[in-house]
């Protein structure tokens, strides 16, 4: 997108909650850290990334592969090797897959926005089946690397799982599961803020991530109400 067009894309809400997170984010980093500028990077990334994915816009999970990518880094500086392998081994080849999905089912003719799916009831029990498989499996291997806070990386993998799993399959619900994952990571990284008060900057990265997430959230409900309708209105022509 040209910048004229990407600015004319967003509503009035949407810039103003980016411009609010961008600005949250240098303000705590210039207070608490200073040095970590990998960390303002991934901030500013993954925060623009979700406000792409709130449209429903592929962009957002290009941008995402690259969040993953940085925030793996940043975890395993901390050992926190949970969010590293659950973002290199899960997230990052989840974003991908979903990036491959959100380009072959547009609504439309809109390549700049992905049809929104529902899933059923079954596949739902499947999903939660599947998550507590692999919540098992990578406790394992978190027990293997000695993690720290292990609790809250362990539940952290579940809900990351769900998420890239909602993601994957277009459901509105990806956000809200997202946002879960937000609020385990706000407690992890806190935990490190005990340790290394630099570390608050990812605290407030999260706590905007999570106001993201809770909008994209909304922005994709009505997003399935309006593409919903579009179809009603298709058929009974």
């Known amino acids: 997108m040209k910048i004229k067009k990407i600015f004319s894309y967003f509503s009035l809400t949407e810039k103003l909650l980016w411009s609010f997170s961008v600005l949250a984010i240098i303000i705590s980093f210039s207070i608490f850290d200073k040095e970590n500028f990998l960390t ?6 993954g925060v623009t990334s979700l406000i792409f994915c709130a449209k429903g ?3 957002g999970q290009i941008l995402m592969i690259v969040f993953a990518i940085i925030y793996s880094i940043i975890s395993y500086s901390f050992q926190y090797y949970g969010e590293m392998i659950t973002y290199l081994g899960m997230t990052l080849p989840m974003a991908v897959f979903s990036l491959i999905t959100w380009l072959k089912n547009p609504f439309g003719n809109k390549k700049s926005e992905v049809a929104v799916n529902r899933i059923t009831f079954k596949e739902v029990v499947f999903m939660i089946v599947l998550s507590c498989i692999v919540t098992l499996v990578f406790y394992y291997i978190l027990l293997y690397f000695r993690t720290s806070n292990i609790v809250p990386s362990t539940i952290s993998i579940t809900t990351s799982f769900m998420a890239a799993y909602l993601t994957f399959r277009r459901s509105p619900y990806f956000a809200l599961a997202y946002a879960s994952n937000d609020i385990v990571l706000i407690i992890l990284w806190v935990m490190a803020t005990l340790k290394e008060v630099s570390y608050i ?7 905007v991530f999570f106001i993201n997430d809770l909008y994209g959230f909304i922005s994709w409900l009505r997003m399935q109400k309006r593409q919903e309708k579009v179809i009603k209105n298709l058929v009974n022509y």
């Open 40 to 45: 303002l990077v991934a901030s500013l990334i």
């Open 57 to 59: 816009n592929p962009t």
């Open 201 to 207: 900057s990812v605290v407030i990265c999260f706590v």
